[in-house]
């Protein structure tokens, strides 16, 4: 989990190191289903802009209804070179679906 600072930053000591990514790495950053992926990309605009930190764009944010504060949950996949970013919407309509199957659509 990490938190959106007041610049549209994201920072983990373990999650984005873990993909080999450092100060400089440029990043391809797109919203696919309520969610932010991230790919390193020789050729994409943004960066790392620091050790274990990066920027998500305004516009990104406000597709994902990200401000300040707000909490995320911080998925790699190494082997992919991707990083998923979960925001609260995307995680409550995962945990929705995920109870009303086991659940057959009781609220818990």
């Known amino acids: 989990m990490a938190a959106i600072d007041c610049n549209g930053r994201l920072a ?7 993909l ?7 990043l391809d950053i797109r919203v696919s289903g309520g969610l932010v992926l991230l790919t390193a990309d020789p050729q994409a605009v943004f960066r790392v802009t620091r050790p274990g930190q990066v920027r998500l764009p305004a516009t990104v944010r406000h597709w994902c209804g990200l401000v300040p504060g707000t909490r995320v949950l911080l998925v790699a996949d190494a082997a992919a070179g991707l990083l998923v970013v979960h925001p609260p919407a995307a995680l409550h309509a995962m945990i929705t679906a995920f109870h009303t199957a086991v659940l057959g659509g009781e609220a818990v």
């Open 12 to 18: 983990d000591a373990t999650v984005i190191p873990s």
């Open 20 to 26: 080999g990514w450092v100060a400089g790495t440029r």
